[in-house]
């Protein structure tokens, strides 16, 4: 049996095709085209399908996806065994209880923090007792650049190559924005992977996002390199779950 996820972020779109929970195909699109989509479905005989999305406007993809397939709704209100004590579920977002789930049934019996570094930087634990308090919403690392821009009246907007494995010292404006905010970055997950050790003891890391593997390198020489695994389709994997709940 095999399954399609979809996960629609604020800057791209996931697909993902699980036979059980081995990864078939893997595609980050802009847009989500839906003869490219029925193509997939009759090609790898799509049985179940599920989405999450950070907005509503996906009336005409679940109305496809249940003419053709098992479609599941994704939302908050699907638990598996975990206790939520997040005072607002229904503000929470999909794709960051899709993580919960995920490290629910990856990661079973293990105090777990999610980073999830993308268009924002989000932090998510799952206690070993199964249960979720919420967890904290940061600016993503484009967005940080965007905002010095924006909010000043002389600095630049700054790019930067994700492939670069070493931030360079601020010897000129463009290289201190970079330190800035690159280095501002790791040195705040840092901190918060230090906090939530001290709370939550053995602490099994997992870094997702699409900024996730720049970060991976900045930390793999640090004290928490040994507790840090990453995961780039983490949310993929948590909705692929959800089917088989």
Request: with cysteine; hydrophobic share 40%.
């Amino acid at each position: 049996m095999n399954n399609l996820v979809i996960d629609i972020g604020n800057t791209y779109s996931k697909l993902a095709i699980f036979e059980q929970k081995e990864l078939l195909y893997f595609e980050q699109l802009e847009k989500i085209e839906e003869a490219n989509l029925l193509k997939l479905i009759a090609e790898y005989k799509i049985v179940s399908s599920t989405v999450s999305s950070v907005g509503n406007e996906i009336d005409d993809l679940e109305k496809l996806l249940k003419q053709h397939t098992t479609y599941v709704r994704f939302s908050t209100q699907i638990v598996g065994g975990i206790k939520s004590y997040y005072e607002s579920p229904q503000t929470l977002g999909l794709d960051r209880w899709a993580k919960v789930i995920a490290a629910h049934c990856l990661y079973p019996g293990q105090n777990t923090l999610m980073i999830d570094a993308g268009t924002c930087i989000t932090y998510d634990v799952l206690t070993a007792n199964n249960e979720y308090f919420g967890g904290s919403i940061s600016l993503g690392l484009n967005m940080r650049f965007k905002a010095l821009n924006h909010y000043t009246g002389r600095l630049p907007l700054v790019t930067w190559d994700k492939s670069q494995e070493i931030i360079a010292e601020g010897s000129n404006t463009q290289n201190a924005i970079k330190r800035g905010v690159l280095q501002g970055a790791v040195n705040e997950i840092a901190g918060f992977i230090a906090l939530e050790q001290k709370r939550n003891p053995n602490l099994q890391v997992v870094l997702t996002g699409g900024d996730s593997l720049f970060l991976n390198k900045q930390l793999k020489n640090s004290i928490f390199a040994a507790q840090i695994t990453h995961e780039p389709y983490l949310v993929l994997k948590g909705l692929n779950e959800v089917i088989t709940l």
